[in-house]
């Protein structure tokens, strides 16, 4: 007899969504409008989506809903792709806007009854899902109210469903991210809540877990007899923008340490789950970051830098130094940059480091996962004009260009024993030739599914955070030491080679 349960062997079955309804808060805000609605239309040019789909977006701008859709028309538009008309005009059907305030209660009694006249057009059926996508301030205000509105209830199994879609960041440190979770929690049941990080959308992370996990030639190396160390990059060759003002709230270690990189180095170190469920998957994350060695406030200097960019060239333009960008003040000591040496205390990983950064104009824009395997123990190739051999590294590049990396040393043709590192390459684009789906539109597509496996849980965000705080209270008492600066377009500051070059390492060249 045939399991009833895909999950259970690690298969995922295309299925296609229920109709529903999706409410976005923040619906004239930059997300909605530059990945939000793009993943949403590409979706439904795929036929993805069902087409009684519904977009009700929430704003306190006063448009109606032709004036909005045209917005989101030019906003695809100039995003260079070509429209196609009829997907366009049948997507377009499905999008409406209510102008309102989010800490109002009577918006919520505003939006029930505009539900339930779009579930009698549209055949939504009652399910819902509710986007933030708007200020993390109004969070609390949006998810009470929808709480005390009713419109966060389910019923039983078998009626209409009701998720809602959390976007980062998730609190500002531990204390403010157990206050969201509690807020959340009177509300919704976790089965509900959907916090979503679009680095788990990608290709390749998802495909880090096939790698490890369906090909038997990597998981027995996959340990610290063979690895040496992992390195973890995230790196941008622009500026803060238009985002200074949050910026100088955030800093680098809590717009991507705390959240993408720590989900990368989960799934780099965690065991094998007993399936693909995905409480299964979410479980074996959450032992990973509960075996990370905690790091004290003495230890902080010793295995972390921070950084800050000033003027510099990027692809051959001058650039401006943070504390030039609007919105930022002129005496900020708000890092751009960060790189951190943590340890992961348990069987697997014990003394292998794992490296990770991240920074704002630098050299250049990519983000990659590294495993450097030991060099071998004895070298007999010594004489050799090659010198030393260099280890072996998988690197696993999430962005640009996604794909995987394989360096290893050959010998060059000729009579002379002369080797050099050379590298076998899978990239996505010229193997499949298919359209890579954007990271939103595979995790918007999973909500709808009811498929959580991609999605933070409460108790990953908190054991994140746990993590990071240390560096947070410290990096804050020192806020009026100079911080390390680095030129725009290079690779941060020469501090964080320190941290490498104490322990005979250094950072891999990108």
Request: charged share 25%; proline share 6%.
């Amino acid at each position: 007899m045939e399991d009833a349960n895909p999950l259970r062997h690690g298969r995922r079955m295309i299925r296609s969504p229920e109709a529903c309804a999706m409410v976005i808060f923040g619906g004239s805000g930059d997300l909605t409008r530059r990945k939000l609605i793009p993943a949403l239309y590409n979706l439904s040019q795929r036929r993805t989506i069902p087409g009684g789909f519904t977009i009700l977006s929430i704003s306190r701008s006063p448009l109606g809903d032709e004036q909005y859709r045209d917005r989101l028309r030019a906003t695809l538009e100039e995003g260079g792709a070509p429209l196609d008309p009829p997907t366009w005009e049948a997507f377009a059907r499905g999008i409406f806007y209510l102008a309102a305030d989010y800490r109002d209660s009577g918006t919520y009694l505003k939006i029930k009854r505009t539900l339930a006249e779009l579930d009698s057009q549209r055949g939504t059926d009652g399910n819902r899902i509710f986007y933030l996508a708007a200020s993390p301030g109004d969070y609390d205000s949006i998810i009470e109210n929808l709480g005390s509105s009713g419109l966060a209830r389910e019923g039983a199994e078998g009626t209409p469903w009701v998720r809602i879609i959390i976007e980062k960041p998730f609190g500002r440190d531990l204390e403010s991210a157990l206050a969201l979770n509690r807020a959340v929690g009177r509300e919704f049941q976790e089965r509900q809540v959907y916090r979503i990080d679009h680095y788990l959308g990608k290709e390749t992370v998802q495909n880090l877990l096939v790698f490890r996990f369906a090909n038997g030639i990597f998981e027995p190396i996959w340990n610290r007899q063979y690895i040496d160390s992992v390195q973890i990059t995230a790196a941008e060759n622009i500026g803060v923008g238009t985002r200074g003002a949050y910026y100088e709230e955030a800093g680098a270690l809590r717009d991507m340490i705390q959240n993408h990189i720590m989900q990368l180095m989960t799934l780099v170190a965690m065991e094998p789950p007993p399936d693909f469920a995905p409480d299964s998957v979410r479980d074996e994350k959450v032992k990973v970051l509960r075996s990370v060695r905690p790091t004290t406030s003495d230890e902080v200097p010793s295995v972390s830098v921070r950084g800050q960019y000033g003027r510099g060239i990027i692809a051959g333009h001058p650039v401006v130094g943070y504390r030039e960008e609007k919105g930022v003040s002129p005496q900020s000591n708000i890092e751009t940059y960060a790189a951190i040496r943590f340890t992961i205390d348990n069987w697997r990983w014990a003394g292998v480091p794992f490296y990770v950064r991240t920074g704002k104009n630098l050299a250049k824009q990519v983000t990659e996962i590294a495993i450097l395997f030991r060099r071998t123990p004895h070298l007999i190739f010594r004489q050799s004009p090659a010198g030393g051999l260099a280890s072996n590294v998988l690197a696993l590049r999430i962005q640009p260009d996604e794909g995987i990396t394989l360096k290893f040393v050959a010998k060059l043709p000729g009579q002379a024993m002369t080797i050099q590192p050379v590298n076998m390459d899978f990239r996505y684009g010229s193997t499949f030739g298919a359209h890579l789906a954007s990271a939103y539109e595979r995790l918007l597509i999973d909500c709808m599914l009811g498929e959580p496996t991609l999605f933070d849980r409460a108790d990953s965000v908190e054991a994140a955070w746990t993590l990071v705080e240390p560096f947070l209270n410290v990096w804050s008492q020192r806020r009026a030491e100079p911080i390390p600066t680095y030129a725009s377009g290079s690779w941060g500051p020469a501090e964080a080679d320190e941290i490498l070059e104490r322990e005979g390492r250094s950072w891999r060249l990108l």
